[in-house]
């Protein structure tokens, strides 16, 4: 049967529209198709582990008690004998110092204000040779300046000159006593107590652990850092002042303080540089209560180095070392890599964790950064950034014709 007019003209219309729908619909879908963004690539972790270094070995003597530690690293490395406070000695005369340089405060190259001797200095230094304890000559109308006053104290160890130096500073030995308890809880130091400014009294006693961490506060000041690392100094009137550390210059020994007690001991609270591949570690310790000074000597060498044996430079990871890797739909292929080398010094078996992060990607060039790695050692810390290990380009024209489907998403 032929068809109707009105039939033809449907149909005409209906291959007219649904042409042009479909010329419309191609124009639309070229564009869409050939720069629509293309979807993001995930991914795929490949996170190394390290392994965790051999433990370190450490032998302290039998004796008294004793500690070292490392500035940067948490707690005391290792630590024996008894965990009371004992006599700390001449090792007080470094709470003095840094109670006065907390109340005078002068710089590495400022001598500070000068300080005249008079009669009640020299009945001070009359009063402890009388008790046996370590002396430094003095003359009333002698001047000196704050800084020589800590180097005679210091360096040489004169029980005088710390009498001389906290009166000075606070008017009165009870004055300053004061201050110095004061300073104490400031600084956190709570097994330490100071009775005098010297240490004779073996009243004036510490914790191995809060000596230490003395030390590394005498470190941090660089006034006493510098005076405690000199083996010897001219002072007008006096002379030549040679430290009581004998120590000073060897094993990367630069300090601190020598202390003694008939009735308890040698002391010497140490401090030592020392090389672990590219690190260079400050280490502080002390060593109260030993027979004599030559004996506690050979200990300290000794603990020094064993501790430099239990420091490990780890190796991270390398410029280059794979963290991730990408495949797009379209095939194309690249990495996420370290963008540079990194290590750590650890003490001994300090386990090291790794974790990784990369983010996804379209297009993306050589070098762009997409992530990062995180290493942790006790409580440090170290990020390095992942980057691309190569371009990714579009994939062109006729693959993105071909697959609208992951182009927009809808795989």
Do not use: C
């Not at 293309?38 to 039998?62: G, Y």
């Not at 002068?106 to 009063?127: E, K, L, N």
């Not at 004779?200 to 191995?208: N, Q």
């Amino acid at each position: 049967m032929p068809l109707t007019r009105r039939q033809i003209y449907r149909r005409r219309r209906i291959v007219v529209f649904g042409g042009l729908f479909a010329v419309l619909a191609g124009i639309a879908y070229l564009p869409l198709t050939l720069f629509a963004p293309v979807t993001e690539t995930a991914a795929a972790l490949e996170v190394p582990s390290i392994q965790t270094p051999a433990a370190a070995e450490t032998t302290l003597p039998s004796y008294g008690a004793s500690a070292i530690a490392a500035l940067g690293y948490d707690g005391l490395l290792a630590q024996a004998g008894t965990a009371d406070a004992v006599p700390m000695a001449s090792i007080t005369k470094v709470v003095t110092a840094l109670t006065v340089l907390d109340a005078h405060p002068i710089s590495a190259d400022d001598p500070g204000p000068a300080v005249t001797m008079s009669a009640a200095d020299v009945a001070s230094y009359r009063d402890y040779i009388a008790r046996n304890g370590s002396v430094a000559p003095v003359s009333a109308g002698w001047t000196f300046s704050e800084r020589e006053l800590l180097e005679i104290m210091l360096i040489d160890s004169a029980n005088n000159y710390a009498a001389t130096l906290a009166t000075w500073a606070f008017g009165s030995t009870d004055a300053y006593l004061a201050a110095a308890q004061a300073w104490l809880a400031k600084n956190q130091l709570d097994t330490i107590t100071v009775v005098d400014t010297s240490g004779l009294d073996p009243r004036s006693t510490g914790t191995v652990g809060d000596i230490v961490r003395l030390g590394e506060l005498a470190l941090e000041h660089p006034v006493v850092a510098e005076i405690v690392g000199t083996k010897s100094v001219e002072i007008h009137d006096i002379g030549t002042v040679k430290n009581t550390n004998a120590l000073i210059g060897h094993d990367g020994i630069d300090g601190i303080k020598t202390g003694t007690l008939d009735s308890f001991g040698a002391n010497l609270l140490f401090s030592s540089s020392i090389q672990v591949g590219s690190e260079t570690i400050e280490l502080v310790g002390v060593v109260l209560g030993g027979p004599d000074h030559p004996t506690i000597n050979a200990a300290i060498r000794d603990l020094i180095a064993q501790a430099q044996a239990g420091f490990h430079e780890v190796q991270l990871v390398a410029a280059g070392d794979v963290f991730a890797s990408y495949t797009t739909p379209w095939g194309a292929e690249t990495r996420a890599i370290a963008g540079e080398s990194a290590s750590v010094v650890v003490w001994g078996d300090t386990p090291i964790a790794v974790s990784a992060t990369a983010g996804g990607i379209r297009l993306a060039e050589q070098g762009d950064t997409v992530g990062q790695a995180v290493f942790t050692a006790g409580q440090r810390t170290l990020t390095v950034p992942l980057v691309l290990s190569g371009d990714v380009d579009d994939p062109g024209p006729w693959w993105r014709l071909g697959h609208p489907e992951i182009i927009f998403g809808m795989e």
